[in-house]
């Protein structure tokens, strides 16, 4: 009896019905040729297997678990987005905050835009001032940054922080999202020099382009991964040194 | 964060995945993250329920079609007085192991993108083909011809490389 290559296949890949395999292994003890061509396909299906097998093992780089890690990706957390929604569409309106064009946006930094809508003057509603000719964190993203923790994020923060990490200075950095601005700013002293900042986006598409963006930045910024969460504690009660 | 937590698991499997349809490790990662990404824009579209594998997989693979597409078809010559020259010094039984490495790498990288899909999907992640022609979206018939045919030039690949 012969059997053509498909079925031989679907043999090796145990894909055949209880009567054909029957009947391949009652040939395969009389006809050596087809025991030696089933031999080599199984031979191949081992082969490639235990090639790749040890991918499996190795260590997964840190661009790629930071996607995934619960500071990672604040922005998909549609619970927290659907409570903050009607409160995001209100102070959107208000402030007239246009729709962004975001499909140039990842690798340009659209800081003129956002000091443009809040200005800087360091009122209680703006997110930034200017100290020696640098924007920082001020008001309630420099409380978020400095005292909010990605495992903890409380519900009526205006900001969710993302990743937090040295970067290639030195320094720690951290990424947030907001309602009208996400960005990453870096630790200087006493303050939080803005590195990066994007207009931010309260619905679920403008967040999702914006922390996707910031990792990317961030991800070229910072010397390795991102710290745990309990690096993160105890960065935060060091005062982010 | 369940979802997240089960792409973290899924991560090790997708990465093989994607190396043996890319080859390169970089190329590879820069997949998967593309991946990762769509799949975190798109999770709505994931029905809680089904198999969130397949649904990656199926991610993972059209980026890749659309990447190799858009680029056009990208030669990875493998180098082999590099290789050679990275093995000097090896006992003969590592030298070996690493020149069969480079041949499976290099018999994979000459199949056709839709037999090389095929082959991954089966022979390295071991997905049947009800499964794997699902998640190709093509019918069981053509699968198992591509499987075929992939399996044939891998022998011819392997065998001269022996």
């Given at each position: 009896m012969t059997f053509d290559q498909q079925t031989i296949m679907a043999y090796v890949d145990g894909e055949c019905d209880a009567v054909t395999t029957k009947r391949i292994e009652k040939a395969m003890?009389?006809?050596?040729?087809?025991?030696?061509?089933?031999?080599?396909?199984?031979?191949?299906?081992?082969?490639?297997?235990?090639?790749?097998?040890?991918?499996?093992?190795?260590?997964?780089p840190g661009r790629l678990t930071a996607m995934l890690t619960s500071a990672a990706e604040p922005n998909v957390d549609h619970s927290f987005t659907a409570r903050k929604a009607d409160q995001i569409h209100a102070k959107r309106q208000g402030r007239g905050f246009g729709i962004v064009q975001w499909g140039a946006m990842a690798a340009t930094l659209a800081l003129g835009i956002v000091v443009g809508q809040y200005g800087l003057g360091g009122g209680s509603d703006s997110p930034f001032a200017q100290q020696g000719g640098a924007l920082i964190a001020s008001g309630t993203l420099e409380h978020a940054l400095d005292k909010q923790l990605a495992s903890a994020q409380p519900d009526d923060s205006d900001y969710r922080i993302g990743l937090t990490f040295r970067a290639k200075a030195g320094n720690i950095c951290r990424s947030f999202t907001g309602e009208a601005?996400?960005?990453?700013g870096c630790r200087?002293?006493?303050?939080?020099k803005m590195v990066n900042t994007l207009p931010g986006g309260a619905q679920g598409d403008y967040r999702q382009a914006s922390s996707s963006a910031l990792n990317a930045i961030a991800a070229e910024m910072m010397t390795d991964a991102p710290v745990d969460a309990d690096t993160e504690r105890t960065l935060r009660d060091s005062g982010w040194d | 964060m369940a979802f997240e937590q089960d792409l973290l698991e899924l991560l090790p499997r997708l990465r093989r995945f994607a190396r043996s349809l890319t080859r390169d490790i970089n190329d590879a990662d820069d997949l998967c993250q593309m991946a990762l990404e769509r799949a975190l824009n798109k999770r709505d579209q994931w029905q809680a329920g089904t198999r969130l594998d397949s649904w990656m997989y199926r991610i993972t693979r059209n980026i890749w079609i659309d990447t190799v597409r858009a680029a056009g078809r990208r030669e990875h010559v493998a180098n082999d007085e590099d290789a050679m020259a990275n093995v000097a010094g090896d006992d003969h039984r590592r030298m070996e192991s690493r020149m069969e490495l480079r041949d499976v790498d290099r018999a994979m990288d000459s199949l056709p993108m839709e037999q090389r899909e095929a082959v991954s999907l089966v022979l390295v992640e071991g997905f049947a083909y009800k499964e794997a022609a699902a998640l190709l979206d093509i019918p069981i018939g053509t699968l198992t011809s591509r499987l075929v045919r992939g399996r044939e030039a891998l022998q011819r690949e392997l065998g001269e490389a022996a």
């Open positions: 003890a009389s006809d050596a040729m087809l025991a030696e061509q089933i031999g080599r396909e199984r031979a191949l299906r081992e082969q490639l297997a235990s090639h790749y097998a040890p991918v499996i093992s190795e260590e997964i601005v996400s960005g990453i200087e002293g006493e303050n939080w | -």
